[in-house]
């Protein structure tokens, strides 16, 4: 279900039928394109196949109506102090003592970003970006390194295709040399788990990076 977050962010619920002490709360940010069926539904299943409170908020808040280009355009706008605060808020909102957190694309480079707030148990991205690409960079947004470098982080998962040209090989060997856990899926490219309608979507690795991170967040 959607609901508004503190901060006003829109974001999805999801609720499996059962929450205890011990309920896993689970943050999803999605990929650039924001919330839309394909995270509905992501949230849903997580909620119901592994018993968490899934909580997904929306990249671009008032803005959902940009498409790629725009959205593209505006990431060198965005300020971390104002995703952070969603972050929290989204933690909030799944009413969960233990929140992980995990994101797709852009969402991987907040879940790297939310591993050092102090506020999740562990992290997983799934190629998420490990330095910001040249054109959203000279804002308000920390390089994603910078998060991943602090003494505050907690566990951190990185999927990575060897062929994503947004998570060039130096920048993954920058965040495993500071003890990332890194699973590399060699010759997959950029977006091969999320979405299965995409070109670069390779069923076989999707299932087995899926299995990893489950594991690992649960842990």
């Known amino acids: 279900m959607r609901i508004t977050l503190a901060d006003g962010c829109p974001a999805e619920l999801a609720r499996p039928a059962v929450v205890d002490e011990h309920t896993l ?46 959205r593209l355009a505006s990431m060198a706008d965005l300020d971390d102090a104002t995703l952070r605060a969603t972050a929290l808020a989204a933690a909030d909102a799944t009413g969960c003592d233990r929140v992980v957190a995990t994101g797709f694309c852009m969402g991987g480079m ?41 003494p505050d982080r907690c566990p951190t998962l990185a999927i990575i295709g060897t062929a994503d040209h947004f998570t060039p090989p130096a920048d993954v060997d920058a965040a495993e040399a500071l003890g990332v856990e890194v699973v590399r899926f060699e010759g997959a490219e950029h977006g091969f788990v999320h979405d299965a309608s995409r070109p670069a979507h390779r069923a076989d690795d999707a299932a087995d990076a899926w299995r990893r991170v489950v594991a690992f967040l649960g842990s």
């Open 25 to 70: 709360g689970v943050v999803l940010f999605p990929d650039i394109m924001g919330l839309r069926p394909l995270f509905d539904d992501m949230c849903a299943r997580l909620a119901a196949e592994h018993g968490w409170v899934v909580c997904s908020p929306e990249p671009f808040p008032g803005r959902e109506h940009l498409d790629v280009q725009d």
């Open 110 to 150: 907040l879940a790297f970003k939310a591993a050092a707030s102090g506020r999740f148990a562990r992290a997983a991205g799934f190629y998420g970006m490990i330095r910001l690409p040249g054109d959203w960079s000279g804002g308000s947004l920390q390089q994603p390194i910078e998060a991943l470098a602090s």
